[in-house]
């Protein structure tokens, strides 16, 4: 049998690729698709198939897999589900190693009659050299493959640490554009959706030994073999943020309409996440990328306990709250460390504690802002510092020496600082898009 | 004794305010206050008073209150700690009615001292007609009453529903501005410090039969006179948004710091949140924000059971996660009401059931949609409809569709449903705050 880089090479790597179902009509999946594939700029030969064998952005089209003059290593299947098995029959009959099915409307759907099918789709796989990603999924995106399928051709040509595994291709999609968004690049994002043939555990495995990948993110709904997945992360040394998606009744039974899988019982994962240190919990997109952030760009904190320095009482509060409830602690300082801190606090309103209230604007006094860092990172009870302030009150001058402190302290004591910096007043004008929303909801709301 | 109204009318509407620490030096509270307050357009006579009788912005400034000519309705006192009792009795002598303090340093220091000048300034303001708000607050924003007090010379002049009631100067602000951006405004907004004289209960007391304030969000950390707050609330009408500050260990240790107030221990509040319907626990300011919008916005649902129309399975499944989070509820849809759904879901990849699929884009097919709601709101088992999409998918027709099924809803049938509109890509270059905040960031992480 052949290993699993052998196995998954030809998703990432493909020297060509052939869409069945590629159409000319604009909302069109397989239209789709194709646009983003060629706008990305793939360089391999694309082969689009459908029965009128119409060509399509200037792509020479082709009635059956059989009529392209040479082997094919990919082929995506975008036809409907009662095509679907005919399709993959072909790409078996045709010795092609990788499919990948976007189609839904399978084991999702409850109907025995579709059920079958996939079980079917899932036989072959087994029994032939034809391995599937899929179905209901948007496939890969891989940049140093030169590659998407999922619809994204404006993604980012770079290769990064981060691969995204997602059942979910709207979660791929999504959480690809927003890390983007903030400058962070992917090894490889696969959408793998009900996961008939290829399981997340052989996406596990796979991306255990790829030498881009430093760090893994995950969303899960739901899976066959509970147990190859456990093995899986058992051999992997690299962390898997990982968002459960159907851990309460009624996500469950949304995971079930949604890849066809019962989501397995909260306790069950509860366990997991307690017994793997390398996998880490979030609860929603945002919480995802946020931990990614954290881990790709920190150092690692020595232990659990926080300093909180503010701008504003209440701020300090805030994040105790929060701090505790994600069972961090927040000290109280020590004697001697309060007292060095309340030599360098020389405003009225600022407090020398944990959390320490800097007062406001907080960047004032740049000296007293950096004095208390060093402070506070001598202190070796506390492992984190958290800086938190208004941002609509800091300066432009004010950013240039927030800068240059955090930059020398990560130089010389590469400490884990976190700087939110939140941004509370939006010009109206700012936010196209906003703008949108909001004169949608207006429509609604003030009739 | 006078009523609650006949004490409080002077800080909202004063015909004139004297400013007591009026500061030329452009970084001083007493010079940000006055600039607010100029700056937002106040009618009254503003008169700064400074040891050295300078001129402020083009105001006469005097050296002592009872220079002023004519009798000062509300007196802002920004001098330090050491001082203020000094400004306070000046202002008892002078019979002012209404003093705002703005200076820190007193109860929230633990310092016995400072303690004891604020204890001073609470029976000075108890035994005389002088009533105080904070000391350690920012004070108030009334626009029918003209001022600001609150550094926000941009904010609206438009008096709305929704009054703020916060222990922080900086939520205060900070969700004033927040609001702001989504066009809301306020009947008044209080920040309130210590709560030396004037109490929370005073001023709900005062809010519950303001004519202007419909409904009421407020940020607490703690009080001296529990039962009297309990009193107030209790015979207040209105609802009532509750952000508790130091609802943890560290939280409440972190209040003492900020208010003065060990914020009371977590399971008093659950039985207060418990006890009355009309007060509506909010977790964060973020949460606060989007509560308020809610009730300000939506008619009220007759239920817990939430539909869950969606573009894509994943979102369904967050979403559905999140509502049995929350306490509500995601059934199964009734087969009738199955089929009739079904009937309306022409694609591929659909999916007829609680969450509904709609598909991806979904606002294609717009009389679809506008059954699919009609269905559901029908129903008499489902009380909330949740429509979320990706939102980067939808074209400019798409909202044009949107806004008109939702307004054509609104005015015919009062249903409540909320649609999410995420914004999943933001260009570079629309965030001017974003590119410092992340010049910032890389200037510590990518050296």
Redesign the interface.
Known sequence: MKNIKEILNPFFYPKNVAIIGASTKP?KFGNWFLKALIGFGYKGDIYPINPHGIDIYGLKSFKKLNDIPEPVDLVYITV??SKTLDSFIECVEEGIKAVIIL???FK??GDPNFIEVENELSRLAKESKTRIIGP?CFGVYCPEGGLTLLPGENFSKETGNVALL??????A??FT??A????MNFSKVISYGNACDISAADLINYLADDPQTKIIAG?F?GMKNGGEFLKSIKNMRKPLILWK???????S???F???GYL?SKPGIWDGIFKQFPNIIKA???QEMFDTLIAMM?LPPPSGKNLA?VG???????????M???MNL??P?LRPSVKSEVKKNLPF??S?A???V?LG??VY?TTTAFKNILHILINDPTINIIVNDQ???H?E?SD?RS???I??K???ELNFP?V?V?R????K?D?????E??????????S?
């Open positions: 909302f409907p589900a189609t839904a409307g999702e759907t209901n997602s059942q979910s291709g709207g979660v999609v999504e554009r927003l983007h968004t903030y400058g969303y709904e998606g159907g851990l309460t009744e009624a996500g039974r949304a995971s309409s949604h890849t989501a609860d929603s997109l760009k909180v701008g504003g009482g209440a701020i300090g509060v805030a994040l105790s709250d701090a505790n409830r602690n927040v109280k009225d309103g407090v504690a944990n959390p209230d406001n604007p004032r208004i941002s609509s800091i432009k950013f927030l800068k240059r955090l930059k302290i990560r130089q600082i700087v910096l941004q509370v007043s939006k109206k700012e936010l196209d898009m906003e949108k929303h909001r004169d949608a909801r207006d429509s609604y709301l009739y």
